[in-house]
Each structure stands twice: as structure tokens, then as C-alpha cells.
């Protein structure tokens, strides 16, 4: 989430939903997602809603946030009132690890108490490998947690210490051990590419390591100068080069290829799982439009076409709830043209692609050239035993997929 609150309407203070935003809640997947907004360190390339000790002082505490959490879970369930039970959750940050076990615990009892877990849930926590433990992960584990991502970055000393990260090289692929010992058959590790002074070789040490540590799931993203970081600044005096285009698409293409020959598949641009299991169901339902409640300072929900963000600061948003008022700071109430565009945008996104019955006529033409110039894939355009066509990225298309967006939306 960015660290600048978008603008939109004001928001209730009891934070009710228009009617038909709450029609057909339970016929989508639902997921909760918990924002810790606690970080010991800032990393440089940062732009989440995070604060560290020496930022917050005695504004806001763990203990002060958790109370907001259990208020705000609380309202959610007064407002959606006969919610379908958690299919998801997903605990995020900032740094959940910081919390411990016992906190983390806490917090999925808060979300159980409020709406309950669906069978088979997928239940992920984020985690700093620095603040783990083979006793942290036995501990998350029985508080019920089935997925764990690991933030990794990379296993270059100097790229770690451009980023601005803490833990030393080899930490996340022995947290992702510990892990796995601990019971959980889902880990992720988190990759950061095109950092400046990254080299080919660089990148596919990590990508070794990474495959090494035995993980059935592997994100990694493109490292993005972002607006008013510290890493912004270093490239702004000349002290860094900002990241290189053609380098960031030769380097994705390493990680696509060796991830492929590792049996690791994409299903999403960034994302690549061992099986359709290993697939990160959370963040599916935020690609295909699913409803979820983001619980925390500056966390984001939709549900129904409605989006909402919350007050971004840990101590007005707990002071709020204590207030018996909705954290929430706007909300936008999502046109019929705005949720074809966000759908074109997510749902291309994925291996399975986007119908493409989804676009206008000019869209559909659009489609077909992109197809024509290697973009989109050809067969799956076209029908096939009756079946709609759907517009799916080739591995060119991946590394044009904005553009491709923009193209099929006019």
C-alpha cells in the first residue's frame, strides 16, 4: 500500500455499506487482511505504511494497535453482518515476526472471533527471517497459520546492503528450513530484482538459493524507485543509478526460466508456485475481485465495488476505534467502467488470462493485434470446441503488460 492515502468520499463513521454493496456477499471468496504497521529498521526502498520505534515513541504501541484490530474486526462483522467465515487471511506489514508468536496467535484469534475460519483455510503471515525462529515457527504453526513469505530480497551482500536490509544472506533460506520443519508445507520467499549494482550473477545466486531452501513458492518483484524513500533520494544526488528498463526485462527473464526449469510455474506475473495448491489464494482474490476486509492503519478493503482506506497513522487509528468510529479516511463507490478496468488490469495478470467477452469491440480489436505481434496468445484467443476466448499474456506480453492493458482498454 502506498504511503500516500488516495482521495475519495467521506466515509460513515459506522462504516455501514450501501445496500447492494453487501448483495451477494458470501458468493464470492472473502478474505481478511491484517495490516502491522511495526517495523524494527526501515529499509530504504520502503514506501508502506510502517513506522519504527524511534518514529512512533510513545504514540502507539503493539499492545494499543491490537485493541484497535479487535474493534475494527468487531465493526466488520456489525456491518457485513451474515459474512461468510474467513477463506483467507493474511497478516502483513511492516513486520508481523515482530509481534511473536504469542501476538500472532493473538491476532488470528481476533479474526476467528469476529468471522470465523472456513474449512481449509489458507492463513499467511509475513516475516522478517531476522526475527524468526525454529520456536516461532512451531508457535505460528499451532496458533493455526498454514502459509508462510519470507522476505529474502536477495543473496548478495552489497544488493542487501543497497536495499538497506538487515539480515544477513543466508538467514531466509535457513528460516524457510525451519519452516518447513515446523510443519508448514507452504512457504514463500520474496525476491527483489534489478537493484542498482545487481549483476546476472547476482540474481541467479539468489534464485539458487532460494530453490534450495526448498520452498514451493517464489514472488519477485522489480525494484521501484518510489517517491520520498531514502533509495529515492540516493538516486536523486547521483549516488545510485535509478533501474535500468532492459536490464529489469533480461533479468525476468532469468527468473521465468530458471523458475520454469525448477518446476516452479508462473500464474501470475510476479509469482511463481510449484503447484496449483502452492498458488497464494489470497492474493488470487484480489485479482479476480473478490471481497476483503483489510483490518489496521493505512489497510485498504473492497467488498461488493466498494473500496475504503483507513487513517494511516497507528494512534489515531486506534484512538478512533476507542472513539467507537470507523477508521476508515474515504472510500470510492466503484462504476460499472471503473470495475471492467480494474478487472482488465488484475485478471490479465494471471496464466489463466481474461475473457474476452470482458472487452468492448475496440478492445476485441485490440486483442487480436496484440496476439498478431506475439503479445497475447493465439490459440487461447481463439475459440476452441465453443469455448470463449481468453486474452493471455505471452512470455513477451509479460514484460509488456501495462502497455497491453492500456491497449485493450482504449
Given at each position: 500500500?502506498?504511503?500516500?492515502?488516495?482521495?475519495?468520499?467521506?466515509?460513515?463513521?459506522?462504516?455501514?455499506?450501501?445496500?447492494?454493496?453487501?448483495?451477494?456477499?458470501?458468493?464470492?471468496?472473502?478474505?481478511?487482511?491484517?495490516?502491522?504497521?511495526?517495523?524494527?529498521?526501515?529499509?530504504?526502498?520502503?514506501?508502506?505504511?510502517?513506522?519504527?520505534?524511534?518514529?512512533?515513541?510513545?504514540?502507539?504501541?503493539?499492545?494499543?494497535?491490537?485493541?484497535?484490530?479487535?474493534?475494527?474486526?468487531?465493526?466488520?462483522?456489525?456491518?457485513?453482518?451474515?459474512?461468510?467465515?474467513?477463506?483467507?487471511?493474511?497478516?502483513?506489514?511492516?513486520?508481523?515476526?515482530?509481534?511473536?508468536?504469542?501476538?500472532?496467535?493473538?491476532?488470528?484469534?481476533?479474526?476467528?472471533?469476529?468471522?470465523?475460519?472456513?474449512?481449509?483455510?489458507?492463513?499467511?503471515?509475513?516475516?522478517?527471517?531476522?526475527?524468526?525462529?525454529?520456536?516461532?515457527?512451531?508457535?505460528?504453526?499451532?496458533?493455526?497459520?498454514?502459509?508462510?513469505?519470507?522476505?529474502?530480497?536477495?543473496?548478495?551482500?552489497?544488493?542487501?546492503?543497497?536495499?538497506?536490509?538487515?539480515?544477513?544472506?543466508?538467514?531466509?533460506?535457513?528460516?524457510?528450513?525451519?519452516?518447513?520443519?515446523?510443519?508448514?508445507?507452504?512457504?514463500?520467499?520474496?525476491?527483489?530484482?534489478?537493484?542498482?549494482?545487481?549483476?546476472?550473477?547476482?540474481?541467479?545466486?539468489?534464485?539458487?538459493?532460494?530453490?534450495?531452501?526448498?520452498?514451493?513458492?517464489?514472488?519477485?518483484?522489480?525494484?521501484?524507485?518510489?517517491?520520498?524513500?531514502?533509495?529515492?533520494?540516493?538516486?536523486?544526488?547521483?549516488?545510485?543509478?535509478?533501474?535500468?528498463?532492459?536490464?529489469?526485462?533480461?533479468?525476468?527473464?532469468?527468473?521465468?526460466?530458471?523458475?520454469?526449469?525448477?518446476?516452479?510455474?508462473?500464474?501470475?506475473?510476479?509469482?511463481?508456485?510449484?503447484?496449483?495448491?502452492?498458488?497464494?489464494?489470497?492474493?488470487?482474490?484480489?485479482?479476480?475481485?473478490?471481497?476483503?476486509?483489510?483490518?489496521?492503519?493505512?489497510?485498504?478493503?473492497?467488498?461488493?465495488?466498494?473500496?475504503?482506506?483507513?487513517?494511516k497513522h497507528p494512534a489515531r487509528y486506534a484512538a478512533t476505534l476507542a472513539e467507537g468510529r470507523s477508521p476508515a479516511a474515504a472510500r470510492e463507490v466503484l462504476?460499472?467502467?471503473?470495475?471492467?478496468?480494474?478487472?482488465?488490469?488484475?485478471?490479465?495478470?494471471?496464466?489463466?488470462?481474461?475473457?474476452?467477452?470482458?472487452?468492448?469491440?475496440?478492445?476485441?480489436?485490440?486483442?487480436?493485434?496484440?496476439?498478431?505481434?506475439?503479445?497475447?496468445?493465439?490459440?487461447?484467443?481463439?475459440?476452441?470446441?465453443?469455448?470463449?476466448?481468453?486474452?493471455?499474456?505471452?512470455?513477451?506480453?509479460?514484460?509488456?503488460?501495462?502497455?497491453?492493458?492500456?491497449?485493450?482498454?482504449?
Open positions: 500500500m502506498a504511503s500516500v492515502l488516495p482521495t475519495g468520499e467521506p466515509a460513515p463513521a459506522d462504516g455501514s455499506l450501501p445496500p447492494e454493496a453487501l448483495r451477494g456477499l458470501g458468493s464470492r471468496p472473502f478474505g481478511v487482511y491484517v495490516h502491522v504497521p511495526f517495523c524494527a529498521t526501515r529499509c530504504g526502498y520502503c514506501d508502506f505504511n510502517t513506522y519504527t520505534p524511534g518514529e512512533l515513541g510513545s504514540a502507539a504501541s503493539p499492545a494499543s494497535w491490537l485493541d484497535g484490530l479487535r474493534a475494527e474486526l468487531g465493526l466488520a462483522a456489525r456491518v457485513l453482518g451474515q459474512a461468510p467465515p474467513a477463506d483467507t487471511v493474511f497478516v502483513g506489514g511492516g513486520t508481523p515476526s515482530l509481534l511473536g508468536a504469542g501476538g500472532l496467535a493473538d491476532v488470528l484469534d481476533a479474526v476467528r472471533d469476529a468471522f470465523g475460519l472456513a474449512g481449509g483455510a489458507e492463513v499467511t503471515t509475513e516475516a522478517n527471517p531476522e526475527s524468526t525462529s525454529p520456536e516461532f515457527f512451531a508457535g505460528i504453526r499451532a496458533a493455526g497459520y498454514t502459509r508462510v513469505s519470507l522476505g529474502m530480497q536477495s543473496a548478495a551482500p552489497h544488493v542487501l546492503a543497497t536495499l538497506d536490509r538487515r539480515h544477513t544472506p543466508g538467514r531466509p533460506v535457513a528460516a524457510a528450513g525451519e519452516a518447513r520443519a515446523a510443519g508448514f508445507e507452504h512457504v514463500n520467499l520474496d525476491l527483489i530484482y534489478g537493484t542498482p549494482g545487481e549483476t546476472d550473477d547476482d540474481l541467479r545466486a539468489s534464485l539458487d538459493a532460494a530453490l534450495n531452501a526448498g520452498v514451493d513458492h517464489v514472488s519477485a518483484y522489480s525494484l521501484i524507485v518510489e517517491d520520498g524513500t531514502a533509495l529515492a533520494r540516493r538516486v536523486a544526488r547521483g549516488e545510485l543509478p535509478a533501474p535500468d528498463d532492459d536490464v529489469l526485462a533480461d533479468r525476468y527473464e532469468i527468473i521465468d526460466t530458471t523458475l520454469t526449469a525448477a518446476g516452479l510455474t508462473w500464474y501470475e506475473v510476479s509469482n511463481w508456485a510449484a503447484s496449483p495448491g502452492a498458488r497464494c489464494r489470497h492474493n488470487l482474490g484480489y485479482w479476480l475481485g473478490a471481497d476483503w476486509w483489510g483490518a489496521g492503519p493505512g489497510a485498504h478493503s473492497h467488498v461488493g465495488g466498494v473500496r475504503w482506506w483507513n487513517l462504476s460499472a467502467d471503473d470495475r471492467r478496468l480494474e478487472r482488465v488490469l488484475l485478471e490479465l495478470r494471471l496464466a489463466d488470462g481474461l475473457p474476452v467477452e470482458v472487452l468492448d469491440a475496440g478492445g476485441r480489436r485490440e486483442a487480436r493485434t496484440a496476439a498478431a505481434e506475439g503479445l497475447l496468445d493465439p490459440v487461447a484467443l481463439g475459440s476452441t470446441n465453443g469455448a470463449p476466448g481468453r486474452c493471455v499474456l505471452t512470455a513477451r506480453g509479460r514484460l509488456l503488460a501495462d502497455a497491453v492493458v492500456r491497449r485493450l482498454v482504449g
